[in-house]
Every structure is written in structure tokens, then in C-alpha cells.
């Protein structure tokens, strides 16, 4: 008899993990603009208690800090407010990248030197600077000697770390500059730019550990705590992460820390969008191919899902997020509504022709949407009805492209953020 309970209770178990897988799995991404179901996108501008919104002022006082409470509710989940004493050790090579640059390898100790923790920022400054300068700051997915070939950049503890884990060999030598095609190392310091870059596993490793690993445990009293619905998941930790980094410039002589561009590809896009919405001190945005959960409208459901995206990276978001799944038109916000939270900001939205996937469409849908909240402030948004043909960038304070390829960070996406920095920073 119990030996008959166990099978049962074993082909129930085997029945329902394949329903999860399949449903995984067998998604089938919609890419028809005539099978997207109607939809109404929540009222931007109209306040919980039903006033509408008519100045700046009353989207700064009122409806912003509401629409970033839904966010933080539904979607990226809440930050802990606890905070610590950040420490740091700079490594300054002058003479870097055969003289153009000044290179700084700064250890982060976000939690203080006793705690240990580690985050290691890479700076690239042009050399013979006149005054501080302005940075692109942005995570990268591989590790920060992948962004350029220079041999003197350090290999972090959580890169072996997760080459272990996949059980790979580190190969440091062969990895070297292998995304360095994603940043425009020299055209940046040649237009005047700093870079600084940290490897995003260095704040917390992107697979789903139950937040055993990265930052998160320093906030609770022990490994055990299990997060609520609402507090935040990964996305969060990222951006905490790059908060902690303009800690650092607000100390850096050498950087401007007013001008900021946060900049971000992919996951790490929409980690730009919440992390340019929950610190106001950066003071330029980019979401490159951000899609689901980043830039894209959710309503639309053209290629991935909030289901889809749930399933598949149950750690990026919280958990109330789940009760979107296939329920998209009961999120009391959509995406327009996080890149209307950067306003007055600077924002500059860019999709891929081939990145269906991020639905182009939807991106630039949400641009163009969270130009009313640009208005209340004097400031232009994407300016035409339509989005527009590929390899021409729109808009004025809301900028938006959709250039030829794939999901990617290509030269041609740079040309354009350099452009857009001059042209905000006053360059
Ligand atoms: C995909 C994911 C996207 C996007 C992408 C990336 O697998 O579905 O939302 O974030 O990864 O980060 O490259």
C-alpha cells in the first residue's frame, strides 16, 4: 500500500513537472501586430484620488511618487532603505590603453571593509582632461576584462566563481575583449567621455539562488529570511549596485558627477530604466533593447511576455509580478509609465530591427507615451505620431532609434548616445 501511495505520489510529481516545463518551454511568441489584443494603458496623468495631473509640480509632489510605490509593489519590488559606510581602494594607472587614458580599478566595499564584500569598477578617463568629465556607466554581462583587450584589467572573484559553477575553465586570456565590439572604448574617450563599468554577477549573480549569493543577505538578519512579494529581486539588486558606483564618483575629483549617463543593454536596460528611476542622480538614461519589463509596453504581448519572462527568470523581478502572468491588462502600470519616472531627464530609448523578441513596436510606443509627463516640464518627447524607419533617431529629451540588426550594442547605437550626451551635457 505505501509502496503504491509513493508511485502515485511520484507520477503526480513527474505529471506536474512536465506541465511547468512545458509551459515554458512551448511558448510561442506572438510577432503579428494584427493578433495584439486591444488594450488600455493606465492614465499617466490622472492621480489615484481621480485629480489629473497639470503641472510639473503636481507630477514631482503627487502622481511620481505614487506611480514609483506601483512599480516597486508590482513590478522591481522595494529596495531596503538600510544603508552602510562604503569604502574603496583605487588602483590608477596613467598611461593606460597605450596613453590615451587614465585607468582606475576601484574595489567597492559597499558593506565596509570589514564586511569583505567585494565590487570592482572599472574607470576609463581620457587623459589630459581640462575639467572633471562626463561618464557612461553601465554593467557588463561577461566580466570586465571582456570590455576592451587591455591585459591589465582584473578578473573578479565572482567571474571564476561562476566559470566554476558552469564548470568552465577560466580562460582569462582568451575572454579578454571579447565583448569589447559592445563598448566604444575609443570613440568615447575621443569625444571627451569617461566609461566605468562593473560586471553585474560582481552585485549579484543572475540565476535564481533564493538571493543566497550577491548583495542581498547584508540586509537581513540571516540567510534564511525569505523575501516578501514585494521586496525587491534581482533588477533591484543591480541597480542598488550602480547607485553604490555614483557614490563613488560624487567622491572621484576627476568625474563629473552631475553628468552621468547610466546606460544598459538587455536585462541590464531595464536594470538602467529602474536604476535611472530610483536614483535621480543620473542624470542621462539609456535602455538599449530593454524589452519586456524594460522599455516595452506589456500590454502589448508581442514576443516575450511578463509570463514568459517570469518563468523563465523567476529572480529578476518580485514576486507580486507574478500575478501579471497572462493577466497583463491588471498591472495598474505599464512601461511607458517607468520612462516617464526619469523625466526631466534625458532618455533615450533604442530597439534593433531583427530584436522582435524586445518588440521594437512597444518600446518606442512607451517612449512616445511618456512624453506627457516630458511636456509638464517644458521638454520635448519623441515628436512624431509614428515610429520611425530604421537608422533615424528621433526626438529631442526623449530620443528614440530602431537601427538594422540584431540585439546587440553596436558602434552605431554609440554614435548616437555620444551625440545625445553633447547634446544634453552641453558639449
Ligand atoms: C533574454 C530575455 C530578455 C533579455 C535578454 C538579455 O533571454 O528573455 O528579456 O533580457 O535575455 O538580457 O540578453
Known sequence: MKAQTQSILFIITLLLMTIQTSTSQDFVPNYDENKIPPYELPELLVCQDGSVVKTAKDWTEKRRPEVFALFEEHVFGKTPAKTFPLDSDVETDNDALGGKA????????PFGKQAGYKIELLVYLP?????????????NFKGNHTINADPDIRVSDSWLAEMKRKGEAPNVD????????????????D???????????DIDPDYDDGFQNGIQPYFYPSKDYKLKPNEWGSIGAWSWGLSRVMDYFERDAQINEKQVALLGHSRLGKTSLWGGASDERF???????????????SRRRFGETVGRINRAFPHWFNDNFNQYNENEDALPVDQHMLI?????????VASAQDDRWADPKGEFTSAKFAGQVYELFGKKGVGVEEQPSVNHPVGDDIRYHIRTG?????????QQYLNFADRHFGK
Open 102 to 109: 587614465i585607468r582606475k580599478q576601484v574595489t567597492l566595499y
Open 127 to 139: 587623459k589630459n582632461a581640462k575639467a572633471p568629465v562626463p561618464v557612461f556607466v553601465g554593467l
Open 174 to 189: 582568451e575572454s579578454r575583449g571579447a565583448s569589447s565590439s559592445r563598448w566604444a572604448v575609443d570613440a568615447i574617450l
Open 191 to 201: 569625444r571627451g567621455y569617461g566609461l566605468a563599468t562593473v560586471y553585474y554577477y
Open 283 to 297: 542624470a542621462l538614461v539609456i535602455s538599449n533593447d530593454s524589452g519586456c519589463g524594460g522599455a516595452a509596453l
Open 340 to 348: 516617464a519616472l526619469i523625466a526631466p531627464r534625458p532618455v533615450y
Open 406 to 414: 540584431k540585439h546587440d550594442v553596436t558602434d552605431y547605437d554609440w
